[in-house]
């Protein structure tokens, strides 16, 4: 048996014997949306120190816990903190509570984050359907030996956010009268905020938004057969012409003034979703 599939097993029991929720949807938190995991009915938060092969974040406004329960009647497991690449964690880190979601039967997975805007049509405060992404990062976590069981050697990626879903959050933000803006998110590795040549040289490669997270766990997402849906909170223009020097507080900002509308969109995803087999253009919102 690999050592991965065994780690998995090891985290998968543990996880089983704190809760008896069996997830069907997983949530990844971004910056400023940790709030939601409180939302939960039914809840059980585990600390990821507590559990098993589990890294722990160090990111300010990133609370560190799996939180188990039901949103909108749905069974869900929410990661309330990220792991990131610029933390010194391998690929390999950084996504696997995406593979320890998949083995607790997680079908859908929901990756929110906060990003910087480089399409000039976008402002501080947007929403942004992922619909594709650039991976700048300089690595891959399906790096390595493959283990056959989780996914294949050679995984496609040209639905990696499932484009049928896609249109179902426009609906649905739609419904809620929540604008919100398509795009290609560019995921860079960080720490660093880009400069303004990096940034010129990313929109031209076809980017719309910019940011640290999201690109590894949606590889291994799609490579484990997970439906994705990505949605970003814009927090601030990256624009090369017009940079201004950002901080981390700033971002955290814009992403507690964004909450309500991301929360209550999230909530009608999670609430409307009626699950993996049935044809989404059908679907009413």
Do not use: W
Not at 25 to 40: N, Y
Not at 127 to 139: K, S
Request: hydrophobic share 40%; glycine share 12%; proline share 6%.
């Amino acid at each position: 048996m690999g050592q991965l599939i065994q780690q998995l097993e090891e985290t998968g029991k543990y996880l089983k014997s704190q809760t008896s929720i069996t997830p069907k949807i997983g949530l990844i938190l971004g910056s400023g949306l940790g709030e939601l995991a409180e939302q939960l009915e039914e809840s059980v938060a585990v600390a990821y120190e507590d559990i098993p092969h589990f890294p722990v974040s160090t990111v300010e406004g990133h609370a560190g816990q799996l939180v188990f329960g039901r949103l909108e009647g749905k069974p869900v497991v929410a990661m309330q903190g990220r792991f990131h690449y610029y933390e010194g964690y391998s690929m390999q880190a950084v996504t696997y509570p995406v593979r320890v979601m998949k083995a607790l039967g997680v079908e859908l997975l929901i990756v929110t984050n906060a990003c910087g805007g480089m399409n000039p049509t976008f402002q501080a405060g947007d929403l942004m359907i992922i619909r594709d992404h650039l991976n700048m990062t300089g690595a891959n976590p399906l790096i390595g030996t493959n283990e056959s069981s989780l996914g294949p050697r050679f995984p496609d990626m040209s639905r990696a956010y499932t484009p049928e879903l896609a249109e179902f959050v426009k609906r649905t933000a739609a419904s809620l009268g929540i604008d919100v803006k398509e795009g290609v998110y560019a995921g860079i590795s960080g720490p660093t905020y880009m400069t303004p040549a990096e940034l010129k040289m990313l929109r031209l490669l076809g980017g719309d938004a910019v940011g640290m997270s999201t690109v590894p766990e949606v590889i291994v997402a799609s490579h484990a057969g997970m439906k994705v849906i990505g949605i970003s909170c814009v927090t601030d223009m990256a624009i090369g012409e017009e940079l201004e020097p950002l901080t981390h507080e700033q971002v955290i900002e814009v992403a507690n003034r964004t909450k309500p509308r991301f929360i209550s969109l999230v909530r009608a995803i999670v609430g409307r979703f009626p699950g993996i087999g049935f044809t989404l253009s059908k679907h009413k919102t």
